[in-house]
């Protein structure tokens, strides 16, 4: 077929995530739906027990007003419990770990601007920090790319004789559990130990549901707490945040240069046209364009490995003729 995609890979693909998208729908719906069913209706219960309790000196129309403010006060992080009534979500700690979760991408929602002002610094310091988050981000992985990944493979292949593509998927295997325990089991303990009520297994929830930065905000650490537990509950885990996401980032760069996954990739993706003479030089033009715009060339990274390998190759190539 040439160059020409095979449109049945695609939607192969489209219909195998659509599949998975409905498989997770039923799931949630399963096992969340009797428990929502259940709180709704102890909360009805609680709800007409206080009522008939307190029905002469309680008007209900009251209560439903002082409830409306309660609700509305929490949805932006003020809780109407006494023990935890002076709680600040903007002192500096606070606000440094609200920062770091919007930088990341997290964005936890137990938080957010109440004024105007800013909800719009809120938009510029996003709009600024997003991209100068992501240069940061590329240019810390392409240093410890070579150095964590790329580096280990060729120890593994040249000193133990290992293959390079055993070697690759050793590594990244052994990358993969390094991340897990160190920056997801370790910190659950972490967690478990210092945050009150919390479960070991809603500890490491937490840790993914941050590193994925996916958010959902109902796990927040130093909640609850007088400020000066709050100030160290929430500075380590904005440390935490910054350096787990990318050591996160570095497991999932390690694993996506695996060789079973770019054939996995490749399967799926359009096959390239053999290049040919006539094209040659515009090819290496194009070449040429995509590394002038990479982050990586901002961020002055030498390809290193098999990439320098492959460039070297590709240089003397023009310059082999066919012998004899």
């Known amino acids: 077929m040439g160059g020409e995609t095979e449109p049945w890979r695609y939607w192969l693909l489209l219909g195998a995530y659509g599949l998975f998208l409905l498989l997770g729908a039923a799931?949630?719906?399963?096992?969340?739906?009797?428990?929502?069913?259940?709180?709704?209706?102890?909360?009805?219960?609680?709800?007409?027990?206080?009522?008939r309790e307190h029905q002469g000196c309680l008007a209900e129309p009251g209560l439903e007003q002082l409830l409306q403010r309660v609700l509305d006060a929490d949805s932006y992080g003020v809780s109407a419990l006494g023990n935890v009534s002076d709680d600040e979500n903007w002192d500096f700690s606070s606000a440094l770990f609200f920062a770091a979760s919007v930088l990341t991408t997290t964005g936890y929602g137990h938080t957010v601007p109440l004024s105007d002002g800013g909800k719009v610094f809120c938009i510029f310091y996003t709009l600024l920090g997003l991209p100068v988050t992501?240069?940061?981000?590329?240019?810390?992985?392409?240093?410890?790319?070579?150095?964590?990944?790329?580096?280990?493979?060729?120890?593994?292949?040249?000193?133990?004789?290992?293959?390079?593509?055993?070697?690759?998927l050793g590594h990244a295997a052994a990358m993969g559990l390094s991340v897990l325990g160190l920056f997801i089991l370790l910190p659950a303990l972490c967690f478990?130990?210092?945050?009150?009520?919390?479960?070991?297994?809603?500890?490491?929830?937490?840790?993914?549901?941050?590193?994925?930065?996916?958010?959902?905000?109902?796990?927040?650490?130093?909640?609850?707490?007088?400020?000066?537990?709050?100030?160290?509950?929430?500075?380590?885990?904005?440390g935490y945040l910054l350096l787990g996401l990318l050591a996160m980032l570095l497991a999932l760069e390690t694993i996506y240069e695996l060789r079973e996954v770019h054939s996995l990739v490749r399967f799926f993706a359009p096959p390239k046209a053999p290049a040919s003479p006539s094209n040659e030089d515009d090819d290496q033009l194009e070449i040429l364009s995509h590394d002038q715009l990479g982050?990586?060339?901002?961020?002055?990274?030498?390809?290193?490995?098999?990439?320098?390998?492959?460039?070297?190759?590709?240089?003397?190539a023009p310059h082999d003729g066919p012998s004899g």
């Open 295 to 316: 982050l990586a060339t901002v961020c002055g990274a030498t390809p290193s490995g098999s990439q320098a390998d492959s460039e070297a190759d590709g240089r003397a």
């Open 192 to 238: 478990w130990a210092l945050e009150n009520g919390w479960t070991f297994l809603e500890s490491v929830y937490f840790c993914f549901i941050s590193l994925s930065t996916i958010g959902l905000g109902d796990y927040v650490p130093g909640r609850g707490k007088i400020p000066s537990q709050s100030l160290d509950l929430h500075l380590s885990p904005t």
């Open 27 to 51: 799931v949630f719906v399963g096992v969340e739906a009797p428990q929502e069913a259940g709180l709704r209706e102890a909360l009805r219960g609680a709800r007409a027990g206080f009522v």
């Open 134 to 168: 992501l240069l940061l981000a590329t240019c810390l992985l392409q240093q410890l790319m070579g150095l964590l990944s790329h580096r280990p493979v060729r120890y593994l292949h040249t000193h133990w004789g290992i293959s390079p593509g055993h070697a690759a």
